[in-house]
């Protein structure tokens, strides 16, 4: 249940990469002095790139948490003990209410972006804590899971508050986007222990919890067009590719199909051979008692609704992934979904969106229908 975060500096060290050393004379990125015998290629986490190094300053002892440079001077240094240096301290949120304050918008916008589909519940305690407070959480009995890089953690409350059923623990001086981004996956932990059964949730593989996650917080990161975040989401290694094949699942089958998969899906994670196994689900039937999840609220279990033709039920209008609700499916352009027709299905192709129509293709006829919002 938590969100971790592995650095390309971490990175190095972890495949034994040793820093390349060469003859040059050049400035050095940390001391700013000129180096006349040995320069160190160190690679920089933020900018993706490799920074010239004199070998004393590639011994020091901090290091930037968040790009991996050698500090210093004009360095900040935490009371957990993390150093930032002077350049990634102007991009973190230091004031911790002012970050709770984005933890909750970020909720907000969740609840926006996903109107059609979901919501994510308000019966959340946040708190911001420093990397010893989060270590802290391995601690608690079942919490096996160790990482030095990790951004937030979720956990059922044991508390008798009311109204409140998860703390969500955030790492104090996060950059603004990666602090959303964190707030977000976080917030998509709730949602599964509020919608998908327990035994659904002990089937599902860790690395698949984490990788619906993490697909939470790319469309969020994508409807603000943050495409620094969405290319650090995209590379982070610790869901082992799973974060990949969600991201082309929901291009290519929609959010809705998603869904259902981490509800009622017969695999315990996808497969990339074959992503269409997405739609391998086994909804319940009618008739059957539902299973008690871990939410407080009952959780509606998705009937098939009958529809005797194509019907436009709604456009959710970003400029950047519009999407529409067609006979209870949502599709953005470009995507293939077999949506509810009489007592049977169609393949329906999106082929545009405007805020008051919808082109599609069904089952691949030319020319594209129309649909229009009906005027009762």
């Known amino acids: 249940?938590?969100?971790?975060?592995?650095?390309?500096?971490?990175?190095?060290?972890?495949?034994?990469?040793?820093?390349?050393?060469?003859?040059?004379?050049?400035?050095?990125?940390?001391?700013?002095?000129?180096?006349?015998?040995?320069?160190?290629?160190?690679?920089?986490?933020?900018?993706?790139?490799?920074?010239?190094?004199?070998?004393?300053?590639?011994?020091?002892?901090?290091?930037?948490?968040?790009?991996?440079?050698?500090?210093?001077?004009?360095?900040?240094?935490?009371?957990?003990?993390?150093?930032?240096c002077a350049r990634d301290v102007k991009t973190v949120v230091l004031d911790d209410d002012e970050a709770l304050e984005m933890a909750r918008e970020t909720r907000r916008e969740l609840?926006?972006?996903f109107s059609r589909f979901t919501s994510f519940t308000e019966q959340v305690k946040l708190r911001m804590a420093d990397r010893v407070d989060i270590m802290d959480l391995f601690h608690v009995p079942g919490n096996d899971f160790d990482c030095p890089n990790v951004l937030g953690y979720t956990l059922r409350s044991?508390?008798?508050?009311?109204?409140?059923?998860?703390?969500?623990?955030?790492?104090?001086?996060?950059?603004?986007?990666?602090?959303?981004?964190?707030?977000?996956?976080?917030?998509?932990?709730?949602?599964?222990?509020?919608?998908?059964?327990?035994?659904?949730?002990?089937?599902?593989?860790?690395?698949?919890?984490e990788g619906f996650c993490?697909?939470?917080?790319?469309?969020?990161?994508?409807?603000?067009?943050?495409?620094?975040?969405?290319?650090?989401?995209?590379?982070?290694?610790?869901?082992?590719?799973?974060?990949?094949?969600?991201?082309?699942?929901?291009?290519?089958?929609?959010f809705n199909e998603v869904m259902d998969w981490m509800k009622f899906g017969e695999d315990s994670s996808l497969r990339g051979e074959d992503l269409d196994r997405v739609r391998k689900v086994q909804f319940p039937?009618?008739?059957?008692?539902?299973?008690?999840?871990?939410?407080?609220?009952?959780?509606?279990?998705?009937?098939?609704a009958r529809f005797s033709d194509l019907t436009l039920q709604g456009v959710t209008w970003s400029k950047t992934r519009p999407t529409a609700l067609i006979n209870g499916r949502t599709l953005a352009v470009g995507d293939e979904v077999r949506v509810p027709l009489n007592d049977s299905n169609v393949l329906v192709r999106c082929v545009g969106i405007q805020?008051?129509?919808?082109?599609?293709?069904v089952n691949g006829a030319a020319p594209p229908r129309v649909l229009k919002f009906r005027r009762d």
């Open 214 to 254: 993490e697909l939470v917080s790319y469309l969020l990161m994508e409807s603000r067009d943050d495409k620094a975040e969405l290319t650090v989401i995209r590379s982070n290694a610790y869901t082992r590719g799973q974060v990949q094949l969600f991201v082309e699942a929901e291009k290519r089958f929609g």
């Open 111 to 113: 609840d926006r972006l």
């Open 1 to 84: 249940m938590s969100r971790l975060r592995i650095h390309a500096w971490w990175v190095a060290v972890l495949l034994g990469a040793a820093p390349f050393l060469a003859q040059a004379e050049t400035g050095c990125a940390v001391c700013n002095e000129a180096i006349k015998d040995v320069v160190v290629f160190l690679p920089d986490a933020i900018t993706g790139t490799k920074q010239t190094v004199c070998l004393t300053c590639s011994r020091l002892p901090k290091q930037c948490y968040l790009c991996g440079m050698p500090v210093k001077k004009d360095f900040t240094e935490l009371s957990d003990q993390r150093t930032l």
């Open 355 to 361: 805020q008051g129509e919808v082109s599609v293709q």
């Open 158 to 209: 044991t508390n008798q508050t009311p109204n409140v059923r998860y703390t969500i623990s955030l790492l104090s001086a996060l950059p603004a986007r990666q602090l959303r981004a964190t707030a977000a996956h976080e917030w998509a932990h709730t949602w599964i222990m509020d919608n998908v059964s327990p035994d659904r949730q002990e089937q599902l593989e860790r690395d698949a919890r």
């Open 285 to 304: 039937s009618a008739t059957a008692t539902p299973t008690q999840t871990v939410s407080s609220r009952p959780v509606a279990l998705p009937l098939p």
